[in-house]
């Protein structure tokens, strides 16, 4: 025990070595002529909702100097597994593959439609209304969030809100800071790809952490208004490229309005009230404010629904 | 000037257009090096091997080489060079087993299974055209 409080002691002080050394690398890059040039190509297209140039440069230095996608993966796998356990699969293999085709094309539109192994959706069996996304693109969404969605296009609009969530990377935010930096730590120190038995211990504890921090986050206290109107508007972008009406996302949130119990476990504590997203969303969306969709989209919804 | 990025996802699409509409004609793997010829927004165009030219999305890509079986050589080089990464290093398959033997009332196969679940990009075509649905494309 004494030996991993000192070896983590020294983690935490060699992580602030690190952590300053990203920031110098980030500054020489930004005034380095050539990689500038390339840094600055890379965000304008990674990031082009950022509000500024400066917080969407940090964002995307902070993911390449991190965690890897594969190393994404490996939390997003764990932190799914987590959620899963917590609320229970719904085995409705037609509602779950409908799911996958609609939230599968939209992850397919957004900004970052390659993660390391793909974007999944899964039903989870509760009358509560929540859904979650691991930093991996495992999306997950309840029987009560369903219940919320009309159409389609409602559907688009609580997956596509989901997909802005890992194209922006909230789930990784929600992991403390010196926990990503004791990890890149360890994983500097080591020059070998297959790691001691004591480095696994460490490194195991740190992620365990990390899944703590983002599951505590996403179940129990929610991300901030700001982040979700990230998410938002990324669903407006996504759903717009797509081809559905982003005023699905509006009329959904006004059926969500009315069924969230104000004092209940669900949405209405770990998000913003669908009233100050829907006002957030209005200054978003413009054109058509009342979807219509095929007879065709109707029939493989209610096909697809009938039993959730 | 080429730029030569890598591969850092299982497998990413090589499209035929720099749209998430466009037809994929191949799919590359983890770790392939890629010479960028031209970009365009988000998506750079590549032709690897010399032939099969198309579009990958730049978040399939990494600016460092990435090295899947690193040999002792590439062990000693990764340590000192930046521009260079191994796979599977940190959070890895040993970590979640690790996490798994910690955590067994944490079952994982549901996630598994979820993962199996993937849509072609013919399904995502159809999907779109049958619904009457006007794509606008981008990203």
């Known amino acids: 025990m004494l030996n991993k409080y000192t070896r983590r002691d020294f983690l935490n002080y060699a992580g602030k070595i690190s952590l300053a050394g990203t920031g110098a690398y980030a500054l020489t890059s930004l005034v380095n002529g050539c990689v500038s040039a390339d840094v600055a190509s890379t965000l304008s297209q990674v990031a082009q909702h950022s509000d500024s140039i400066i917080k969407s440069g940090t964002a995307v230095m902070k993911a390449m100097e991190d965690f890897t996608p594969e190393q994404e993966y490996y939390i997003g796998r764990t932190v799914g597994a987590v959620v899963v356990n917590k609320y229970k699969p719904y085995n409705d293999n037609s509602a779950n593959q409908y799911i996958n085709v609609v939230g599968q094309t939209l992850a397919q539109a957004s900004s970052l439609p390659e993660t390391f192994n793909g974007y999944h959706m899964l039903i989870l069996d509760s009358p509560e209304i929540n859904a979650f996304a691991t930093p991996a693109g495992h999306i997950f969404v309840t029987r009560g969030m369903l219940g919320c969605c009309r159409n389609e296009g409602e559907l688009a609009a609580v997956l596509a809100h989901e997909v802005g969530h890992v194209e922006n990377r909230h789930g990784i935010d929600a992991i403390e800071k010196s926990r990503v930096t004791d990890a890149v730590t360890i994983i500097g120190l080591e020059a070998t790809k297959t790691f001691a038995d004591s480095d696994i211990a460490d490194l195991t504890a740190i992620f365990e952490d990390s899944i703590n921090d983002i599951t505590t986050t996403m179940i129990n206290n929610g991300y901030s208004r700001s982040f979700e109107r990230e998410a938002d508007k990324s669903a407006v972008t996504i759903m717009e490229r797509v081809g559905y009406n982003p005023a699905s996302l509006i009329a959904m949130l006004e059926v969500m309005d009315s069924r969230l119990k104000p004092e209940g476990v669900d949405f209405a504590k770990t998000h913003p009230s669908p009233q100050s997203r829907i006002e957030d969303l209005s200054k978003m969306v413009s054109g058509n404010k009342k979807p219509s969709f095929t007879s065709v989209q109707e029939k493989r919804f209610q096909a697809a629904m009938k039993n959730v | ?139």
Request: hydrophobic fraction near 35%; charge should be positive; glycine fraction near 8%.
């Open chain 2, 1 to 139: 000037m080429t730029k030569t990025m890598t591969v850092q996802v299982k497998q990413c699409q090589l499209r035929s257009k720099p749209t998430f509409l466009g037809k994929v004609v191949k799919k590359l793997d983890y770790g392939e090096r890629v010479e960028i010829e031209k970009e365009e927004n988000s998506w750079v165009n590549v032709s690897p091997g010399g032939k099969n030219a198309g579009w990958v999305h730049i978040s399939a890509l990494s600016e460092k080489e990435i090295i899947l079986n690193p040999n002792s050589q590439d062990i000693k080089e990764a340590a000192s060079n930046d521009e260079i990464a191994l796979a599977g290093k940190g959070f890895n398959k040993q970590v979640e087993k690790k996490f798994r033997q910690d955590n067994k009332s944490i079952d994982f196969s549901w996630v598994d299974k979820m993962e199996k679940i993937v849509v072609s990009q013919n399904e995502i075509q159809n999907f779109i055209s049958q619904g009457g649905i006007k794509a606008k494309g981008g990203a």
